[in-house]
């Protein structure tokens, strides 16, 4: 069974632009969240998509998107790029949301440097 | 709000050593627990988990459970080896809060042959 797949690896951006990262869950898993892992701030959640709807939010300012698709991948949009924004981005995937039973199975990440 | 704490790293033990990583939680609600492993360049893989107290977790020779009554979920292995060496995190999830987890620091185990 395939594991989380997020694309692309690594990412170099400057600042002012934005970047889309994507994330394609474990056949099955309708729940995905997303992570920030800096070395400062440790990992931080970002936000949860259950069902197309997103179900929770993170502390991050609104620069800061995501959307699901009817197969359940999702997509993270960071715009007006900072270079605070440059972290590994995680993404997780499980059945349900919330469910401690059925825990999340992350990614690789998406390295995102900002120059 | 709810948080986890881990004790800090990193931690270097020689082969066979025995482990402890300890993690203690605050959570308002019933929370699950969970050990995460994260080798370089790689993203977290879910070592053990844990739903209710006294609830033993178990995987690969590591070992936590959960303490309510002292809110703590610490990590042990009786004989680590070269391959464990990566960064560990403690995790939770609240009831009520979806699929958030809110992790610890993260602490670094580094063995030595």
């Known amino acids: 069974k395939a594991g989380v797949t997020q694309t692309p690896r690594y990412l170099i951006k400057t600042r002012g632009q934005q970047v889309t990262l994507s994330c394609s869950p474990i056949?099955?898993?309708?729940?995905v969240s997303w992570y920030q892992q800096t070395p400062g701030q440790g990992l931080q959640f970002l936000f949860e998509y259950f069902s197309e709807t997103q179900r929770n939010k993170g502390n991050f300012p609104g620069r800061f998107s995501g959307r699901q698709f009817s197969n359940s991948r999702s997509e993270m949009n960071v715009s007006t790029l900072e270079l605070g924004d440059s972290a590994l981005y995680l993404c997780?995937?499980?059945?349900?949301?919330?469910?401690?039973?059925?825990?999340?199975?992350f990614g690789d990440g998406t390295r995102l440097s900002i120059l | 709000g709810d948080s986890v704490t881990q004790m800090e790293g990193p931690v270097t033990l020689s082969e066979e050593a025995f482990l402890t990583i300890n993690c203690t939680y605050t959570a308002t609600g019933y929370p699950s627990l969970f050990w995460y492993v994260q080798y370089p360049g790689e993203g977290l893989q879910l070592l053990l988990k844990?739903?209710?107290?006294?609830d033993k977790g178990s995987n690969k020779g590591f070992e936590a459970t959960y303490r309510k009554e002292t809110t703590s979920f610490h990590l042990e292995k009786g004989s680590v080896q070269v391959s464990d060496s990566a960064v560990y995190f403690c995790a939770l999830s609240d009831q009520g809060q979806g699929g958030k987890l809110i992790f610890g620091q993260g602490t670094e185990l580094s063995v030595k042959p």
């Open positions: 844990a739903t209710k107290a006294d």
């Open positions: 997780a995937s499980s059945l349900e949301p919330g469910r401690g039973d059925q825990p999340q199975h």
């Open positions: 056949s099955g898993h309708r729940s």
